[in-house]
C-alpha cells in the first residue's frame, strides 16, 4: 500500500485501485477491510499527524514532506 501512496505522491489513490493493486481483481473485502489498513498504516507511520490524507470522494493521497 505504501508503495503505491508513494508512486502517486501527492495525487490521491482510488478505493479501486488500492484493491485491484494489493488485493487482487478477484478479492472482495467487507467495506471497511481498506479503511482498517489504512488506519494501521498511519499509526505506524506517524499516528495524528500521517502523511497519509482521506481525499474526500477520491480514495487516499501520500502527502510529500514539501506540502507540509
Not at 488485493?23 to 481498506?34: E, I, Q, R, T
Amino acid at each position: 500500500m505504501l508503495v503505491l501512496l508513494n508512486e502517486k505522491m501527492n495525487r490521491p489513490v482510488s478505493r479501486d485501485e488500492f484493491l485491484n493493486r494489493c488485493w487482487g481483481m478477484d478479492y472482495f473485502p467487507d467495506a471497511h477491510s481498506l479503511d482498517q489498513q489504512i488506519h494501521m498504516l498511519r499509526k505506524k507511520i506517524g499516528g495524528e499527524t500521517s502523511v497519509i490524507e482521506t481525499a474526500r470522494g477520491m480514495g487516499y493521497r501520500f502527502r510529500s514532506c514539501e506540502s507540509q
